[in-house]
């Protein structure tokens, strides 16, 4: 049976069911909409068949044990609750009324007051959004944030339709190649902190093997590529959802600079997602609930492209 890749699964939700937890969620406030997500985590429970069946899966493997029911539920709320937050943190820009315990924050600013811009690689693990308090922090820094407008069109115009000013911090990946690549120069030249996700790819994305929680798994290796041909530090970063209103963020240094050469392209590129690839998996298993990949994760049967030594990456 065909293995469909991830872009191929519809938005979750619709619209109207996305507007109405908006509404519930700045009107009521947070308390009264998290309320909401029980029904919303059954709603999904029972209509996403391969939604769910990825979520056990997933949670088997790294839990070491069968996962059943509640515990697929349990991964789905905590989606669903992270989601939520989104809003809060978009309409009100302010991280003040979550709990926030960080990890590696010098790190980060020293990278930063070094002028040269950085790439910071994220994934689908946890809130990429409670990034956001960076501007907290430091409101001088100017966060970047790559991310494909087109795959979730409801959930983008809402978050835009919450703070207008977050398209101008947007880089369109929807774009192709090309106009990603020079959207993150551009922004790097500038000083900024470009946030990307390094563990998903896009269909006919390139892509290598890694090993990821007992099996390989694929990865796109642009965005080392990109870094390379850049030249710009690397910093990795992970915003786990800790229930409550409490998240913890956590930044650790990856690279000062990644360098690819043509005679080792293969093995740089194996190497640099190993490493990504084991920091991601020690993440993943302090809180195996923030996974947010509802898709079959290792065994995709499409023909992704591969990028060889010697071959120029094509846009």
């Not at 899966?57 to 515990?71: H, I, N």
């Not at 998903?200 to 990865?219: D, I, M, N, V």
């Not at 043509?262 to 640099?272: F, I, K, M, Q, T």
Request: hydrophobic share 45%; charged share 25%.
């Amino acid at each position: 049976m065909s293995n469909p890749h991830w872009t191929d699964r519809p938005e979750g939700g619709g619209r109207f069911a996305i507007w109405l937890i908006r509404s519930i969620a700045l009107y009521g406030g947070r308390p009264v909409a998290r309320l909401f997500l029980y029904p919303i985590t059954l709603y999904f429970y029972l209509r996403r068949r391969p939604e769910r069946e990825a979520s056990r899966a997933f949670l088997s493997r790294v839990l070491g044990r069968p996962a059943g029911t509640f515990d697929v539920m349990r991964h789905i709320h905590r989606f669903a609750g992270v989601i939520l937050d989104r809003v809060f943190l978009l309409a009100r820009d302010d991280a003040r009324q979550f709990d926030l315990e960080i990890h590696g924050l010098d790190l980060l600013f020293d990278t930063y007051d070094q002028g040269r811009g950085m790439l910071l690689l994220g994934s689908h693990l946890g809130s990429f959004e409670i990034l956001r308090v960076l501007a907290r922090e430091r409101p001088e820094i100017q966060l970047k944030v790559v991310l494909d407008k087109s795959q979730t069109p409801a959930i983008t115009e809402l978050l835009h339709a919450l703070n207008p000013a977050i398209g101008r911090s947007v880089i369109d990946a929807s774009g192709g190649g090309t106009a990603i690549v020079l959207g993150i120069k551009e922004a790097v030249d500038q000083g900024a902190v470009v946030a990307l996700l390094g563990d998903r790819a896009r269909l006919q994305e390139p892509t290598r093997q890694a090993p990821f929680l007992g099996q390989s798994a694929p990865l796109p290796v642009a965005p080392y590529l990109i870094a390379s041909v850049l030249d710009t530090p690397v910093l990795l970063c992970f915003g786990l959802y800790r229930g409550g209103n409490r998240y913890s963020l956590h930044f650790e240094h990856f690279a000062d600079r990644i360098e690819i050469p043509r005679s080792e392209r293969n093995a740089r590129l194996d190497a640099w997602l190993a490493r990504y690839a084991q920091r991601l998996e020690h993440h993943a298993r302090l809180d195996p609930y923030n996974w947010f990949n509802f898709y079959d994760f290792w065994h995709s049967d499409r023909i992704e492209p591969v990028v060889a030594a010697g071959e120029p990456r094509r846009a």
